[in-house]
């Protein structure tokens, strides 16, 4: 699948982005492993959310639906999954994966975990090594998927992350809903905290306190009614297309606007960008608001370490942002993007001089020239954000860009081209 994208054009109207992809795998986990019922709205009917789905259901997990978002979990509770009789297959998952080696770390019953080429070349060192200190045994390939767990009894532990990462700090959390005694995590810089506010909307006792998570194993989980809001890195895409486009004016409904996950709207304002929150409300204990964004001039920023974590998914897009800005855009201590579903920083790079644009990369990030866009061809690498970045790019291009290998838009978002185009983007999808 590739993308042929005409250059021009304004985003207009209103949009509601489908669900949020870091809850809606949070609410298949918890709503699984949880005491009764269940029942998720507004849930992201993407691939990486639908492998987590089929994992629990490989495991005897009753689930009905997806239906237009609509998900039904009978939950078998803590100690009842059964042992899957293949290997459980993540996909293009990295949260499913990380996620998952939590909770298959404390089972009874020995598990595989499998993914595609893209997420077997990912690092799993960094949530097997705290699952190994909590006594999990766990076989890789040189710190990388196939995952081979044998499930063991667990002990709770005191970690400190050494690099930020929600995925990480979820994975510990999970592990010790199954541990005996006390599990903390402390992590050196703020991120996401979707699963510390689910557990406890399920009925299970988190303290927390700046950088710092703690749970005691041995408790119950509660099954729950959950409303998924839209997804903010899903929502990035129009808020960079709308501000980059002359005459653009859109308003997107629903969206979560967790204080760890909001780091693109800090960085944008700070660029110039006219972002507006409106009809602030919280739902199922998660910010939600609706946000409005018109078209500005952007000026390059030296941007605040301290926003990378909060922002970590929505790079690729803010690449693209600095290519439009005056000035130069310097991102640092964000090597993070390097370990993603693509090195980002160099694919990001190679693709915006492809374009034209002056980039500079470095070891932990990169610094760009904004100027004028050019078309031509870009590879996306199979990176769903990377390929949705470069098609809002082509609003600000001279020539029509074409972006390859863009069949993962699924994982996340897959209406994009359908919102995109109603909005105001004109984007063709090409099978070669």
């Given at each position: 699948m590739q993308y042929l994208v005409q250059p021009g054009g304004a985003l207009r109207g209103r949009l509601r982005v489908p669900g949020d992809k870091s809850i809606s795998h949070r609410a298949v986990i918890l709503g699984a492993l949880a005491e009764g019922v269940t029942e998720v709205s507004g849930l992201l009917e993407g691939a990486d959310v639908l492998a987590t789905i089929a994992a629990f259901r490989a495991m005897g997990v009753q689930i009905d639906g997806p239906d237009d978002g609509k998900l039904r979990i009978q939950g078998v509770g803590l100690h009842g999954l059964r042992a899957p009789a293949k290997p459980l297959d993540c996909?293009?998952?990295?949260?499913?994966?990380?996620?998952?080696?939590?909770?298959?770390?404390?089972?009874?019953?020995?598990?595989?975990?499998?993914?595609?080429?893209?997420?077997?070349?990912?690092?799993?060192?960094?949530?097997?090594?705290?699952?190994?200190?909590?006594?999990?045994?766990?076989?890789?390939?040189?710190?990388?998927?196939?995952?081979?767990?044998?499930?063991?009894?667990?002990?709770g532990i005191d970690y400190t992350l050494p690099m930020a990462s929600a995925q990480v700090k979820s994975a510990i959390l999970l592990a010790g809903l199954y541990a005996a005694g006390q599990t903390c995590v402390r992590e050196p810089a703020l991120t996401r905290d979707h699963s510390e506010r689910m557990l406890r909307g399920f009925g299970y006792e988190v303290s927390q306190e700046p950088l710092r998570a703690c749970l005691q194993g041995g408790g119950r989980l509660a099954g729950q009614c959950i409303d998924v809001p839209a997804d903010i890195s899903s929502a990035t895409f129009f808020l960079l297309g709308a501000t980059i486009a002359p005459g653009s004016d859109l308003l997107l409904e629903n969206v979560g606007i967790n204080p760890t996950r909001?780091?693109?709207?800090?960085?944008?304002?700070?660029?110039?960008?006219?972002?507006?929150?409106?009809?602030?409300?919280?739902?199922?204990?998660?910010?939600?608001?609706?946000?409005?964004?018109?078209?500005?001039?952007?000026?390059?920023?030296?941007?605040?370490?301290?926003?990378?974590?909060?922002?970590?998914?929505?790079?690729?897009?803010?690449?693209?942002?600095?290519?439009?800005?005056?000035?130069?855009?310097?991102?640092?201590?964000?090597?993070?993007?390097?370990?993603?579903?693509?090195?980002?920083?160099?694919?990001?790079?190679?693709?915006?001089?492809?374009?034209?644009?002056?980039?500079?990369?470095?070891?932990?990030?990169?610094?760009?020239?904004?100027?004028?866009?050019?078309?031509?061809?870009?590879?996306?690498?199979?990176d769903h954000r990377i390929a949705m970045s470069f098609a809002m790019a082509a609003l600000r291009a001279e020539e029509a860009i074409q972006i390859l290998d863009c069949e993962n838009v699924a994982t996340s978002f897959p209406t994009f081209p359908v919102l995109a185009r109603q909005a105001g983007l004109d984007l063709a999808q090409v099978v070669s």
């Amino acid at each position: 699948m590739q993308y042929l994208v005409q250059p021009g054009g304004a985003l207009r109207g209103r949009l509601r982005v489908p669900g949020d992809k870091s809850i809606s795998h949070r609410a298949v986990i918890l709503g699984a492993l949880a005491e009764g019922v269940t029942e998720v709205s507004g849930l992201l009917e993407g691939a990486d959310v639908l492998a987590t789905i089929a994992a629990f259901r490989a495991m005897g997990v009753q689930i009905d639906g997806p239906d237009d978002g609509k998900l039904r979990i009978q939950g078998v509770g803590l100690h009842g999954l059964r042992a899957p009789a293949k290997p459980l297959d993540c996909g293009n998952s990295g949260t499913a994966m990380r996620l998952l080696a939590g909770v298959l770390a404390g089972q009874d019953f020995p598990s595989t975990l499998v993914g595609d080429e893209s997420l077997h070349r990912r690092p799993m060192g960094r949530v097997i090594d705290p699952l190994q200190a909590m006594g999990a045994r766990i076989a890789s390939k040189e710190g990388k998927a196939p995952l081979q767990i044998e499930g063991t009894r667990l002990h709770g532990i005191d970690y400190t992350l050494p690099m930020a990462s929600a995925q990480v700090k979820s994975a510990i959390l999970l592990a010790g809903l199954y541990a005996a005694g006390q599990t903390c995590v402390r992590e050196p810089a703020l991120t996401r905290d979707h699963s510390e506010r689910m557990l406890r909307g399920f009925g299970y006792e988190v303290s927390q306190e700046p950088l710092r998570a703690c749970l005691q194993g041995g408790g119950r989980l509660a099954g729950q009614c959950i409303d998924v809001p839209a997804d903010i890195s899903s929502a990035t895409f129009f808020l960079l297309g709308a501000t980059i486009a002359p005459g653009s004016d859109l308003l997107l409904e629903n969206v979560g606007i967790n204080p760890t996950r909001t780091g693109v709207i800090e960085i944008l304002t700070r660029m110039g960008a006219r972002i507006d929150l409106t009809q602030l409300r919280e739902v199922g204990g998660e910010a939600v608001a609706d946000i409005r964004v018109r078209s500005s001039q952007l000026h390059g920023i030296d941007i605040p370490p301290r926003l990378v974590p909060l922002a970590i998914d929505e790079f690729p897009a803010i690449f693209i942002a600095a290519a439009c800005a005056e000035g130069q855009t310097r991102v640092r201590e964000a090597e993070e993007l390097r370990v993603k579903e693509s090195d980002r920083i160099a694919v990001m790079a190679a693709g915006l001089r492809n374009l034209g644009v002056l980039v500079e990369e470095t070891a932990d990030g990169a610094r760009i020239d904004g100027g004028q866009i050019r078309g031509g061809t870009v590879d996306s690498h199979g990176d769903h954000r990377i390929a949705m970045s470069f098609a809002m790019a082509a609003l600000r291009a001279e020539e029509a860009i074409q972006i390859l290998d863009c069949e993962n838009v699924a994982t996340s978002f897959p209406t994009f081209p359908v919102l995109a185009r109603q909005a105001g983007l004109d984007l063709a999808q090409v099978v070669s």
